[in-house]
Every structure is written in C-alpha cells, then in structure tokens.
C-alpha cells in the first residue's frame, strides 16, 4: 500500500512533522506553499495515482474526522471485488457507530443538499463524506475542475452522468475540537455561511446538470433557517428524523 500526503499550504508546522516522520520514505509528500482548496488537492491526488497506475484509490482527510481502521474496512470491500466505481463514507448511514456532535450548520447543509441529489436520481445519506475509495480509471475519465470544498458534488453527479454505481459504507462521525471552535464562532456568522453555502451548492448542481431546480433557492435558505433556530442541538438520537423531515420536504417540492 502506498500512501500520498499532500499538505495544501497549512500554516502550523505540518510540512516540518511530516519530514520529521518520513525517515523511511514511508509516504510520499506532495507540498503546496500555498492553499490550492480541497478540490484541487483531491484531483492532485487522482492523477497522482493515475501516474502510479493505480486500481483504486482511497481518500482520507487528515483533520482526525476519520478514523484509521477504516481504511482497513475499505480495502477490504475493495478486495471483494466490487461492481461500483465508488465507495463513498456515510457519518449519516446509522447512529451505531461511535458519535461526536456535528456542527449544526454543516450537518443541515448536507441534508439538504443530500435531499436535492436524491431527488435526482441517487440515495445516499451523505453527500459530503471525505473518506472514499475510487477506482481510477473510473474517478480520472471525470475529468474534474472544481478546485474548493464543493468538489464532492461535481464527483456525485458526472458519476451518474457516466452511469457509476456508488454504494455508501456506514462511517463513525468524529468532529475533533467542535467546542473550541464553537466556543469562539458567534451564531450568526454560522448562519450566514450556512445560507452562502446553500446558495453556492445549489448554483453548482444547477450548472451541472445544466438546468434549473423546480425549487427556488430561498426556499432552500428557509429549510435552513427554520432548522437551525429551532433545533438546539444534531445527536445519535435525533439526527434520523431531522434528517428524513427534510428529505420528505425536498421530495415534495421537487416532484
């Protein structure tokens, strides 16, 4: 197994702890001066593997969202043999897993946009997992562009373009230091991007399927809106039924 790290311009000493560690040439390390964006950094990675004539590839963030072994449990799905191009991490797939608070913000963005992919062909319940496996050939022939954090939709929709089977593999949901970084945003400001990122997802789902929702995207900011000051809090309990509430409202006002 060959592991690729790309640091993508982080600021805290994360290049110096890499060469730390890499004695061995254990790993190889791809380092951007300067932040490119997640997407860039995943198609770096895509085409890296492609150069390596590679079969699959498995993406995994290196924040502490994902936990190790489930890179072991991905091989070995991977091993099996598999009929699909992707296997695509669900935090969202169950609650029996181990469980950290998401932020409320980023949870009901996914939903919703989760809700309006199922609406147009798929069934997943997490659109926005980073741990994936890809076959190669499959992920490279996608010819990816989107260089931000929005990439994971161009993924799910020039995947289906293409006829891709994907099938989601129940993850645990880990949000290393949500507290902290809770402690010192100020609500309003999660609101306010929540509402940007809505926007921004949705323009990019309309430009790629190259034609507009049936749904305004106000409506959209107004699920939101009613979700996030209404619930007090996203948990192994209640997180389900939040979950279905919207996509039962996304259905019906895109059917």
């Known amino acids: 197994m060959k592991i690729l790290i790309i640091n993508d311009g982080s600021t805290d000493g994360t290049m110096q702890i890499l060469d730390k560690n890499n004695h061995d040439s254990l790993f190889t390390i791809v380092n951007f001066k300067e932040n490119r964006g997640y997407g860039y950094t995943l198609i770096k990675g895509f085409s890296y593997a492609k150069e390596m004539n590679f079969s699959w590839i498995i993406s995994f963030d290196m924040d502490g969202q994902h936990e190790p072994e489930c890179l072991y449990k991905f091989i070995e799905l991977i091993l099996e043999n598999p009929p699909e191009q992707i296997i695509s991490g669900s935090r969202y797939k169950n609650s029996n897993h181990y469980w950290q608070k998401p932020w409320k913000d980023r949870f009901l963005v996914n939903t919703i946009i989760t809700g309006i992919l199922n609406t147009i062909g798929f069934s997943i319940t997490d659109a926005f997992c980073g741990l994936k496996a890809y076959e190669c050939s499959a992920i490279n022939d996608l010819e990816l562009i989107v260089s931000g954090y ?53 323009q990019l789902i309309e430009s790629l399927l190259n034609t507009p929702l049936k749904t305004n995207i106000n409506v959209f900011k107004s699920i939101f809106s009613n979700y996030f000051n209404s619930v007090d809090d996203i948990n192994k309990y209640n997180f389900k039924k939040i979950q279905e509430e919207i996509f039962t409202q996304i259905r019906e006002l895109e059917t």
């Open 150 to 202: 929005e990439i994971p939709i161009e993924i799910w929709i020039k995947s289906m373009k293409k006829g891709y089977k994907i099938v989601e593999k129940g993850v645990p949901v880990i949000y290393k230091n949500r507290d902290a970084v809770l402690k010192n945003a100020k609500e309003s400001f999660l609101f306010k991007k929540g509402e940007e990122r809505i926007e921004k997802y949705i």
